[in-house]
């Protein structure tokens, strides 16, 4: 059980991801080429919004806040994961200081116009697009997110690369579990600069193993007949039911943006 009291997987195999929250929740069910389509129409249409409409990005916060009540998605599980992209609230919180242009005072500092438009800017439509990801990936399994991105014809090689990359992610994180493990084992203690040592000599272990291990699949994917495609498996519908409800979010911000411009 995860600390909010939902069930959080904490492996991608099987289907399931770190991010994923298990339900049975309208957004659960939808498609998840749906899901992604809805996803990224909404991310565009955020980010095509003028930064002076400010009342508009307050709107689309309410609505990505409906789709997480939709979903049972707590405000707590959702903001924890939002802290992935302090990185670039960091660097807005600098513009203010940094840009050229006409100046304000605030509290005694000078501040630069431009610069708190282009920090809001950032944060409000970044935020929103976090938000949008965070939701995909907590109601839709990472299978089923390489299955919508098949199903939206993507290309099967770019498919393919994430399907390798997500999978060798949990593969490599284990093998450097076991590593550290070993390390410890042996007294080992990363303190200082000492020990920078050591740790890339590891770090050059853990590559060698794992294109060892890559080379290994590979061939074993050549004999069992691979030629440059996966087959699929699952073939996934959905119904204009669906549609309508995947699309009804960004038809709404789509609104929302006009009259961000119009007025």
């Known amino acids: 059980m995860g600390a909010d009291g939902g069930t959080t997987h904490t492996s991608s195999h099987g289907g399931a991801h770190r991010l994923y929250r298990h339900g049975h929740s309208v957004v659960h069910r939808l498609a998840p080429h749906t899901k992604l389509a809805a996803a990224f129409a909404f991310v565009v249409v955020v980010v095509s919004t003028p930064r002076e409409a400010l009342w508009a990005f307050g709107v689309y916060a309410v609505l990505r806040a409906a789709v997480a009540t939709a979903a049972r998605v707590p405000a707590a599980y959702l903001l924890k994961r939002l802290l992935i992209e302090v990185p670039f609230v960091a660097f807005a919180v600098l513009m203010p200081f940094v840009a050229e242009g006409p100046h304000t005072e605030f509290l005694g ?94 770090a050059g272990a853990l590559f060698i193993r794992s294109y060892e291990r890559g080379e290994r699949v590979h061939l074993a994917m050549l004999r069992r007949g691979y030629t440059g495609s996966m087959p699929v498996i699952d073939e996934i519908t959905a119904t204009g039911t669906q549609w309508a409800h995947a699309l009804t979010l960004p038809a709404a911000a789509l609104v929302i943006c006009l009259l961000g411009w119009a007025l």
């Open 109 to 202: 500092l000078s501040l630069s116009v431009n610069g708190l438009w282009g920090a809001f800017n950032v944060l409000a439509k970044g935020t929103l697009g976090v938000a949008a990801s965070v939701l995909l990936a907590s109601t839709t399994e990472l299978r089923a997110l390489l299955l919508g991105l098949q199903r939206l014809r993507l290309p099967p090689l770019l498919v393919q690369i994430a399907s390798f990359m997500i999978r060798y992610g949990d593969v490599i994180t284990d093998e450097m579990r076991r590593m550290r493990i070993a390390r410890e084992s042996r007294g080992f203690e990363a303190k200082g600069v000492r020990q920078w040592g050591v740790l890339a000599k590891s």
